[in-house]
């Protein structure tokens, strides 16, 4: 079964860091571009940031730019978006999915939320 | 990077059909190959609809079909039924790798 697991999120003061996990498993994570979609409580998907399937070609939302980094370790089947400088509208749950072979995405995890305040 | 208008809400009666555009510009929707479609229950991750404008994965009911024309996509479901209440969104490729998402709309079911 095509499975993605996030962890990692929590409460956390404005200016501080975390780092979200995502571990794959059901399917050939190394041959995949991953992404990382956010929903902020009550409202619509955001798109946050994009990888390649080697790691080499990241791509993100301007607003996150400089402060967020996606990056991927394909030993582990694991992705990983650090995040840094938050700011209270960064509180969201977070999702990973799994760009499918159409580009649209097919597998997303369940989320994981966090929740940038003082 | 902005987000692609679709109208907040939408409702039908059972059997009935409804279409949910979703507008954006030539940078996304009209010069996109890759607009997809994705559905949402409450409290739940989303779920793929429609992939590459018009196609549906396996799996996904017949009942929902979608097309584009120009700088607006449509998402249709024909034969509403109940389980289709939820929130529907559309996403497209808005630069090299880079992604928008609709507003979201909220289907009701009379």
């Known amino acids: 079964e095509v499975q993605l697991v996030e962890s990692g999120g929590g409460l956390v003061q404005p200016g501080g860091s975390l780092r979200l996990s995502c571990s794959a498993s059901?399917?050939?994570?190394?041959?995949?571009?991953m992404t990382w979609v956010r929903q902020a409580p009550g409202k619509g998907l955001e798109w946050v940031a994009n990888?390649?399937?080697?790691?080499?070609?990241?791509y993100y939302l301007d607003s996150v730019k400089g402060r967020f980094a996606i990056s991927r370790d394909n030993a582990k089947n694991s992705l990983y978006l650090q995040m840094n400088s938050l700011r209270p509208d960064d509180t969201a749950v977070y999702f990973c999915?799994?760009?499918?072979?159409?580009?649209?995405?097919?597998?997303w995890g369940q989320g994981n939320l966090v929740t940038v305040s003082s | 990077q902005s987000a692609l208008t679709q109208p907040r809400s939408v409702s039908g009666s059972p059997g009935q059909s409804i279409t949910i555009p979703c507008t954006g510009t030539?940078?996304?929707?009209?010069?996109?190959?890759?607009v997809s479609w994705y559905q949402q229950h409450p409290g739940k991750a989303p779920k793929v609809l429609i992939s590459?404008?018009?196609k549906r994965p396996s799996g996904v009911p017949d009942r929902f079909s979608a097309s584009k024309s120009g700088n607006t996509a449509s998402l249709t479901i024909s034969g509403l039924q109940a389980e289709d209440e939820a929130d529907y969104y559309c996403?497209?490729?808005?630069?090299?790798?880079?992604?928008?998402f609709g507003t979201g709309t909220q289907v009701t079911v009379l």
């Open positions: 590459e404008v018009n």
């Open positions: 999915a799994r760009f499918g072979l159409t580009a649209a995405l097919d597998c």
């Open positions: 996403c497209s490729t808005a630069g090299f790798h880079i992604y928008a």
């Open positions: 059901g399917f050939t994570f190394r041959s995949y571009w």
């Open positions: 030539s940078s996304d929707v009209g010069g996109s190959n890759y």
């Open positions: 990888i390649n399937p080697d790691g080499g070609d990241t």
